[in-house]
Each structure stands twice: as structure tokens, then as C-alpha cells.
């Protein structure tokens, strides 16, 4: 039997350590920083910490509602396909720059592809 | 079995069961999302009892010092007493004690600490003018050296409160006040680590307290503070600071000004841009910002991307009133 992925990955502590680094990424990414301006940082951290335990294959709750619900002013904003990548590419990143081999990231971006439709509203 | 106390009723919770599934089991209405520890919906204030480690996990330290926990990840171990962040505000009474000129728009207001009031500097409290309008002001005295509560207050145009302390409220007059509150306050953090004070008009006020808390608690890393104001006329404490600069070797006091030519010994340009630019990488460090919304908003925004974990920084941004 194998290890989950979330273990794999280093846990909780994995979590911890690619939030900041996520964030920042995606702060400084033109293509889709406009969508997290005039949020509150604090508030935003923590939801940024559920998205990667989710796509670390972690324990959660989420549900496709709560992603459509929770994204449903930033689609009437424009949010597409494009920026949804864009995250992706982002989260693919960040893990790289933890040292995350490449297999284990293609499982992540797997995990957080299966969230695209409620994200997006389809 | 250990019995939750929650808005004036009791629940008994069972064996290993959270508080939060215990609340839940008994059909109270709060508020929570991922029960995993990880959201922080479901935060409350413990007013009797110790918040287990496991269950302040993730929060600010200042969140932590005030005995704030989450309710999914809290198992009670004792009979413990719990409240919503925030909501136990009875005001109270107490006298006014000086009233002080600090510039043309600043008044220094002292008031009598009641009994058993507690807070720490930096900290905000609400003050009534005698119609009922409450204004937050923030602590800028210490609880431990100081017999009086202190705050700054700026005259605002057509200011309710502000107006009414400026033009008709004089010593030994009663006003009333809230209990203290807010996460802006000095905690000891890791050895060594530096802070980075930033504030612009009356945001001097929860930095003063701060700065002042810091050094009686020996703190041991360098202190910078960038106080700032569109002209030196609106700047204020410069020599008390500029004494605590000379007298600290790891206190450095950056008076800063935006508009025309500065004096001697103060620097061109505001506050929150001049500290970042100075500061460079803020990896490690804990930030306070006080003052313009704006500005508060912007400089968090650039002190994480500096470095800055969000768990460091601290916030008061100064919210106009609407009413």
C-alpha cells in the first residue's frame, strides 16, 4: 500500500511552508493579481491554506458548492480559463521551488484540475 | 465530562468530543467552515480555561495572548467558559485626568484607568461622546508604569467625538469607555527579531505604546519606527522619540514628512515608501502599520512581498467614521 500524497508531500508542514510562497507568487502575477486586490490578507491566507491542503490531497471539506459559491464574483469579474492556469502554473512553482519532484507536482495540478468547473462556474 | 459554557448556557461535551461538535450537537448557531483547524471561522475568546496548543495552531501570536483558540480543533480537558471574539463590550465610567496640546491638531488625553482594566499598549478602546457616537482611539500608555490611559486624539473636521474632545470636554469630566481590544500589540516573537514600527498621524499612538512595551520587555532585536505626516508642523512626540533613539542603541526614529523641503534631521518622502526602501528584505521581521487605511493596505501588501510572513504583521488601519 502507498503512502498518501499528502504524506508524500510532507504533510502539514509542506502546507505551512508553500503558503507564503503561493501567495506571493500569486500577488506578483500580473495576469491574475487584480483578482486578489482589496481582499483581507489575513482572510485570504486561510483560504489559500485550505486550496493547497485540498490539491496536496490533504483533509478537507470543501465541496464543488463552496468553490462555486466562493468564486462566483470573481467569474462575474472575467475569471476564465486563462487565470485558472495561470494558478496552476503558479502552485506548480511554488512546489518546484520547495523541491517537489515533478511526478508528485503532476498529481497536485491533477487534484486542483478536478476543482476547474465549480471554480469557474460551469 | 467537562462543561462548555457559551452565552449564559452550559453544554456537557462527551469524550474526545471538539467544542465545536459539542455546540453543534446541541443545535448552537456559529460560525465554521473546514473543521480541520485550518479556516479560522470558528475562532472564539476562552475566558476561563487554557486553550490546548493544538487548537491556537496557526494564530497570530497576539491572537494567542488573548486566549483565542479554535473551536474544531479544542477538546476540553476542564470546564471552560467561552465567548465570540470581541463581544464582551460593557463600558465603563471614568474620570479625565489631562488634556494636553501635543500640535495644533493633536490632543493628548489621559484618562483615570479604572480598576482592574486591562490591555496592552496599542491596543484600541471606545470612547462615547454624551450623544452615544463611539469613536476607537488606541492606547499609547503602559499598564504596568502608567496610573492613566492615554490616547492621541486628531481634531477632524466636523468630528462628533473628536470635536466634542477638542472644543467641550475638560479634566474631571466622566466619559465612558469600552474594554480594550484588537491584535495590535508587542508580543516577544522569536530572539532577535527586528520590528519595523510605521505609522502617519495619531497611528504614533498604538507605536508609541508599542515601541515603549518592547523596550521594558528588553526586546533584544533593532526597532525602527518611520513616523510620518505631510509636514513637520503635524509630527509630534519628536522629542521624546528622538531621547528614546539616543538613549537605545537598537531604537532608530525615522520622522518623515512628504510635502516640501524637510528639516534638518527628518527625511523627505512618506513614511510607509521610505521604510520599505530602507529595510530592504523583511524576512523574519514584525511589521506594525498604523494610520491611513491606504497606507496600511498598501505597506501589508509590500511587506509580504518583502518577505514578511502575514502571521508578523500587524495592522491598525484608522477607518472613517460614517455615521
Partial sequence: MSDSLFNRLGGEAAVDAAVDIFYRKVLADDRISEFFA?????????????????????????????????????????????????VVENLGGTL????????????????AETTRNDVLGR | MPKIAFDGQEYLAEDGESVLDCLIRHNVSVNYSCRAGICQ??????????PSEASQKGLKDALKAQNYFLMCSCVAEEDITISRPGRDFQSMETDVLALDRLNADVLRVRLAR???????????????????????YSLASLPDDDDFLELHVRHIPGGKVSGWIHTVLKVTNRVSISPATGDCFYTPGQPGQNLLLIGTGTGLAPLYGILRDALRQDHPGEIHLYHGSSTAEDLYLIDELKALDVAHSNVHYHPCVSQGD?????????????????????????????????????????????GASLKDIYADPFVPAVD
Wanted: glycine share 12%; net charge negative.
Fill in chain 2, 41 to 50: 471561522s470558528c475562532m472564539m475568546m476562552m475566558k476561563e480555561g487554557t
Fill in chain 2, 262 to 306: 524637510p528639516p534638518q534631521g527628518m527625511t523627505a518622502g512618506r513614511a510607509d515608501q521610505k521604510a520599505l526602501e530602507e529595510t530592504g528584505k523583511l524576512g523574519g521581521w514584525h511589521i506594525y502599520l498604523c494610520g491611513r487605511e491606504d497606507m496600511v493596505k498598501s505597506a501589508r501588501q509590500k511587506a509580504f512581498l518583502a
Fill in chain 1, 96 to 111: 518546484k521551488e520547495l523541491g517537489v519532484s515533478d511526478d508528485l507536482i503532476g498529481e497536485v495540478a491533477a487534484i
Fill in chain 2, 114 to 136: 479604572p480598576e482592574n482594566y486591562s490591555y496592552f499598549p496599542g491596543q484600541f478602546l471606545n470612547l462615547q461622546n454624551p450623544d452615544g457616537v463611539e469613536r476607537s
Fill in chain 1, 38 to 86: 482589496d481582499v483581507d490578507m489575513d482572510k485570504q491566507a486561510a483560504k489559500q491554506k485550505a486550496f493547497l491542503t485540498m490539491a496536496f490531497g490533504g483533509p478537507n471539506s470543501y465541496t464543488g458548492e463552496d468553490m462555486r459559491k466562493g468564486h462566483a464574483h470573481l467569474v462575474a469579474r472575467g475569471l476564465n480559463d486563462s487565470h485558472f492556469d495561470a
